[in-house]
């Protein structure tokens, strides 16, 4: 493959909002702990957004900072994606909202739906756009307030998710990482394993929705967990065929930040060292699509990633869906 024609990570940004929500504070809500938490899923804190902080908010913030970090002129973008479930509105998308927001060109702008796979759909969708020749660089976001679709008083629920945004410029570029290879998958056979009941063309908001409170997401945990092991297992392992490696060639993983026991046992499948996998779920809960960008800009910044290093970035999220994404340092 000509390195100088795959897509490139320009500038990567991200953004949370400063409330920081520890376990202690959510026991004071929830019949839960600290210990229970931290134990099963390795989270101790997870910043909330404010009730005038929108997810455009958040994504402004890190698109700003990858804007910037990239050091390309916002009137150079051309292409707008951001991956969502908890969009500002039904509609106008937040990537149009997004768009005025940043004062850009009156470029295509459009949200992408693949819950916690998101981001990295919206990376492939934007390498496609990219390949064709109709658009030269992309503004490729995930952002996400889960606090407003969360049911505060589930506490089966509630402690794992946080809000945040993480943003990447993307174009054809012969410096910075190379988008090497996708591989987006779903299976919609089973939606209600995590979905928001209420508030779509099914379930129209109405007082019998907000009574069953059928507006939060749902979730059934254990399934979930056992998806999500298996599927990621599967997206990097048929990623990893596709371009002729080996796991053990593998230098970093950035895996979907949910559950760090979910971390570990797709480490054991993949016979990778966990000590490969970046994780700051510990910080910030499970954001959603934000996750994987969060993780990459934050392993970025602290100057993990040497020149010439592989990575497989690797999510799944409600739909099901999953995807990974090869990366060359
Ligand atoms: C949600 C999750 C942490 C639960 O862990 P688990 O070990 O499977 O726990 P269980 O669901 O079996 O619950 C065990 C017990 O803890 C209780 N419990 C659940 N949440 C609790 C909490 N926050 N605090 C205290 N107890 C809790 C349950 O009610 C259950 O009690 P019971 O045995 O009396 O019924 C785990 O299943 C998980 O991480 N799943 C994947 C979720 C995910 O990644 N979602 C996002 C996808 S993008």
Redesign the pocket.
Known sequence: MNSSCTTRILGLGSHVPSLVVDNQSLSKS????DE??LS??GIRERRIANEDESTSDLALGAAQQALSSSGISPSRIDLVIVATITPDMAFPSTACLLQHKLGLRKVASFDLEA??SGFLYALDVADAMLASGRYNIALVVGAEKMSSIIDWED??TC??FGDGAGAAVVGKSREGPQLLGFRCGADGANPEL?YQPAGGSKSPACSATLESRGHYLK?N??E??KS?VRVMEMATRELLEQHELEASQVDHVIP?Q??V??VESLANRLEIPLEKFYCNLEHHG?T?AASIPLALDEASKQGIFKQGELGVLVA???GLTWSATLVRF
């Open positions: 929830v019949e839960t702990s229970w938490i099963r899923t819950a916690c506490r089966t402690v794992l995590l979730m945990g254990r979930i967990f999500a979907h949910a559950n026991r979910i499970n959603s799944f999220g409600a």
